[in-house]
């Protein structure tokens, strides 16, 4: 049987005395949540999908090494993003290997969305992963189209109705998986009034039928930005009133504290600037030449990862990507970089040249002239275009074209005002 009484998730008891740490490696999502609008690198956010740096599997083992001596107290090692864990099978699956490996004592634990975990269930059991969090909003394909904007099956995007249904199956599919091999299984849902708020109920007792051990039922807080920021988080009265009426069929967790993708320490204590600048100093200490050539790797403006989608002047951050050395068709993360702030003028622009010094191309969705003519001066190819990731980076390695399909043109700028992420350009 599992020991719960260490892992501060599933035990109340333990969140004074046990501590977990979250390694942020993975942060591509094959989904996009119609509540989430996933930012990088701010001390006031603490949500899931929120972190102030990516590491790569070896850097979250140094990371972690060092902090273990500094918190003792840590008995869980989580990846839950800030992305989607499966949408990064290869980084997940061989941090959780070098975690086991070196640390054999620990707690291992994953939240996903439950898209993509099948494959990996057998060796997530053989690691000895004992704890898995699945996130299900719907148990209705048809209220799941209102959830979800978009799912990606591999490469195959899938809106409405369709999606619904193949995500619902796959978590499904995964919860029985996972009771077979011993897990322990969470699933969390969100609260969302007007939309999922009067079938929270029905998702317990789907679930309950297959096994899950407990069920976390979370207010959503609305995120600026994302589809539904206008809708306000549901009153506490209604929120009570769904656990009570859930806690009948499966056990609550009501202590939930809604952590970060990089949170570390005791459930009780807050993010600290000293961690994220620890965290930063670790996703920078690896060489950013590898051999490749001078300008190796290509930056990439994205909200979630996934797809090239956000204007320069908002990007507070870009991923940085290269081809994978064994095979060139692979193209892997090598680490996230924080944008310089807005508010400096050109020296933003030129500031921001010398951080990407090892990037031929920088992919946004939109770029003024202007900070597009100071990044080309210093070498940096500026590209405008929507579309998934992947594909821009394959034509760019192959030396081929963007195809036409996911190229956009610019349509203005509005000198010396900041990019409120509508298209009118960087300030």
């Given at each position: 049987m599992i020991d719960h009484s260490k892992h501060p998730c599933f035990s109340e008891a333990a969140k004074h005395s046990s501590g977990r740490i979250h390694l942020p490696v993975a942060p591509r999502c094959n989904m996009q949540c119609n509540f989430c609008n996933r930012k990088y690198d701010c001390l006031n956010e603490s949500h899931p999908g929120v972190t102030s740096a990516v590491l790569t599997p070896d850097q979250a083992l140094r990371y972690l090494r060092e902090t273990v001596v500094r918190?003792?107290?840590?008995?869980?090692?989580?990846?839950?993003?800030?992305?989607?864990?499966?949408?990064?099978?290869?980084?997940?699956?061989?941090?959780?290997?070098?975690?086991?490996?070196?640390?054999?004592?620990?707690?291992?634990c994953v939240a996903t969305n439950g898209l993509a975990i099948g494959p990996y269930i057998e060796e997530l059991a053989s690691l000895q992963v004992s704890?898995?969090?699945?996130?299900?909003?719907?148990?209705?394909?048809?209220?799941?189209?209102?959830?979800?904007?978009?799912?990606?099956?591999?490469?195959?995007?899938?809106?409405?109705?369709m999606a619904g249904a193949l995500l619902l199956r796959r978590q499904l599919e995964a919860i029985c998986a996972l009771k077979r091999h011993g897990i322990t299984v969470k699933v969390n849902s969100i609260i969302i009034p007007g939309i999922n708020d009067g079938h929270i109920i029905e998702i317990a007792r789907t679930v309950s039928k297959l096994g899950v051990d407990l069920m976390n039922c979370m207010p959503m807080a609305p995120v600026e930005g994302a589809v539904f920021q206008g809708i306000s988080s549901p009153e506490h009265t209604l929120t009570e009133s769904i656990r009570q009426s859930c806690k009948e069929i499966l056990p609550q967790m009501n202590h939930c504290t809604r952590c970060r993708a990089d949170a570390a320490g005791l459930l009780t204590e807050p993010v600290t600037t000293e961690m994220l600048h620890r965290i930063q100093a670790y996703a920078h200490e690896s060489g950013r030449q590898d051999g490749v050539g001078n300008r190796p790797y290509v930056a990439v403006a994205s909200c979630e990862g996934t797809l090239v989608n956000q204007h320069l002047g908002e990007a507070a951050s870009v991923l940085i990507f290269g081809q994978n050395p064994e095979n060139p068709e692979v193209f892997d993360l090598k680490e996230h970089r924080v944008t310089p702030e807005s508010g400096s003028g050109d020296e933003r622009w030129i500031e921001l040249a010398k951080m990407l010094v090892d990037c031929r191309v920088l992919l946004v969705k939109a770029a003024g002239p202007n900070p597009k003519k100071i990044l080309s001066s210093h070498g940096l190819k500026v590209i405008e275009m929507e579309g998934f990731i992947e594909e821009a980076l394959a034509a760019i390695y192959s030396k081929k074209n963007i195809p036409k399909t996911m190229m956009r043109r610019f349509a203005g700028c509005l000198q010396g005002i900041s990019c409120r992420g509508n298209g009118t350009g960087c300030g």
């Amino acid at each position: 049987m599992i020991d719960h009484s260490k892992h501060p998730c599933f035990s109340e008891a333990a969140k004074h005395s046990s501590g977990r740490i979250h390694l942020p490696v993975a942060p591509r999502c094959n989904m996009q949540c119609n509540f989430c609008n996933r930012k990088y690198d701010c001390l006031n956010e603490s949500h899931p999908g929120v972190t102030s740096a990516v590491l790569t599997p070896d850097q979250a083992l140094r990371y972690l090494r060092e902090t273990v001596v500094r918190q003792p107290r840590l008995t869980v090692v989580g990846l839950a993003g800030p992305g989607d864990p499966f949408a990064n099978p290869e980084e997940t699956m061989q941090t959780l290997r070098l975690v086991r490996r070196e640390f054999p004592e620990m707690i291992l634990c994953v939240a996903t969305n439950g898209l993509a975990i099948g494959p990996y269930i057998e060796e997530l059991a053989s690691l000895q992963v004992s704890h898995v969090t699945i996130t299900i909003n719907a148990v209705d394909p048809i209220i799941a189209s209102k959830i979800y904007s978009w799912i990606r099956d591999g490469k195959r995007p899938m809106r409405g109705e369709m999606a619904g249904a193949l995500l619902l199956r796959r978590q499904l599919e995964a919860i029985c998986a996972l009771k077979r091999h011993g897990i322990t299984v969470k699933v969390n849902s969100i609260i969302i009034p007007g939309i999922n708020d009067g079938h929270i109920i029905e998702i317990a007792r789907t679930v309950s039928k297959l096994g899950v051990d407990l069920m976390n039922c979370m207010p959503m807080a609305p995120v600026e930005g994302a589809v539904f920021q206008g809708i306000s988080s549901p009153e506490h009265t209604l929120t009570e009133s769904i656990r009570q009426s859930c806690k009948e069929i499966l056990p609550q967790m009501n202590h939930c504290t809604r952590c970060r993708a990089d949170a570390a320490g005791l459930l009780t204590e807050p993010v600290t600037t000293e961690m994220l600048h620890r965290i930063q100093a670790y996703a920078h200490e690896s060489g950013r030449q590898d051999g490749v050539g001078n300008r190796p790797y290509v930056a990439v403006a994205s909200c979630e990862g996934t797809l090239v989608n956000q204007h320069l002047g908002e990007a507070a951050s870009v991923l940085i990507f290269g081809q994978n050395p064994e095979n060139p068709e692979v193209f892997d993360l090598k680490e996230h970089r924080v944008t310089p702030e807005s508010g400096s003028g050109d020296e933003r622009w030129i500031e921001l040249a010398k951080m990407l010094v090892d990037c031929r191309v920088l992919l946004v969705k939109a770029a003024g002239p202007n900070p597009k003519k100071i990044l080309s001066s210093h070498g940096l190819k500026v590209i405008e275009m929507e579309g998934f990731i992947e594909e821009a980076l394959a034509a760019i390695y192959s030396k081929k074209n963007i195809p036409k399909t996911m190229m956009r043109r610019f349509a203005g700028c509005l000198q010396g005002i900041s990019c409120r992420g509508n298209g009118t350009g960087c300030g």
